[in-house]
């Protein structure tokens, strides 16, 4: 069974850092393609950042570019989103997805999810 686990949220002041992990499992990396989505109370669902390539390219969306880096470990099938300079408007949940990367990152290419780690950033 397709599963993902997202943690490492939690409750950061403006300014800080966090690194959410994306554990996986029932499938490889080289079978679905995986992307961070985040989604706030009331707003929809938002891409932030997924793999273009074999050679490590990676997109970021406009929102976060800059302050984001998206990595993987593939020993430990996780993948991680490291998340700088964090602001008030980056409070969401964050999701790790599997799927097919089929530009522009989309809920709809995605589908299997896990439940989400809460970011809460204080002002």
């Known amino acids: 069974e397709v599963q993902l686990q997202a943690s490492g949220g939690g409750l950061v002041q403006a300014g800080g850092s966090l690194r959410l992990s994306c554990v996986v499992s029932?499938?490889?990396?080289?079978?679905?393609?995986i992307a961070w989505f985040r989604q706030a109370p009331g707003k929809e669902r938002e891409g932030l950042s997924c793999?273009?390539?074999?050679?490590?390219?990676?997109y970021y969306a406009d929102s976060v570019k800059g302050r984001f880096t998206m990595s993987s470990d593939n020993a430990k099938s996780t993948v991680y989103l490291q998340i700088n300079s964090l602001k008030p408007e980056d409070t969401a949940v964050y999701y790790c997805?599997?799927?097919?990367?089929?530009?522009?990152?989309?809920?709809?290419?995605?589908?299997?999810w896990g439940r989400g780690t809460l970011v809460t950033v204080s002002s």
């Open positions: 997805a599997a799927g097919f990367n089929i530009p522009p990152i989309t809920p709809r290419t995605y589908g299997y």
């Open positions: 793999f273009t390539g074999n050679d490590g390219s990676t």
């Open positions: 029932g499938f490889t990396f080289d079978e679905y393609a």
